[in-house]
């Protein structure tokens, strides 16, 4: 599976950006795609993800600020992120899984390479 992810970049505080990943390839039919962020030295976490049947699942420091939306024909993800603050400034991970199930698991197997976002403040 191949995630192709567009979108980061460089906003100030306040403002918008939407980041937007395709996934590719693969044998088996993708359930789970979502986002993750890492700082350096921090852990990966949890931005948004979603299932094919529409569940979300959202990190707890994102609700209300971020959403995440899917187009299940293209297997792509969109997320939608507003009021951006400088400690959202991150490396931001696409993320797709092929596991079953109607509700978010936990990431799935398979990352993209990463799009960096900035927020100025």
């Known amino acids: 599976v191949q995630l192709q992810a567009s979108g980061g970049g460089l906003v100030q505080a306040g403002q918008s950006l939407t980041l937007s990943c395709t996934a590719s390839?693969?044998?088996?039919?993708?359930?789970?795609m979502g986002w993750y962020r890492q700082v350096p030295g921090k852990q990966r976490e949890l931005v948004a993800a979603t299932t094919s049947s529409g569940n979300t699942h959202y990190g707890d420091s994102m609700k209300g600020r971020f959403t995440i939306t899917r187009d299940n024909a293209r297997n792509t993800v969109h997320l939608q992120m507003n009021n951006l603050q400088p400690e959202d400034t991150a490396v931001y991970y696409c993320?797709?899984?092929?596991?079953?199930?109607?509700?978010?698991?936990?990431?799935?197997?398979?990352w993209g390479q990463g799009t960096l976002v900035t927020v100025s403040s």
């Open positions: 993320n797709a899984g092929d596991y079953s199930g109607r509700y978010y698991l936990g990431p799935g197997a398979y």
């Open positions: 390839g693969g044998r088996f039919s993708i359930n789970v």
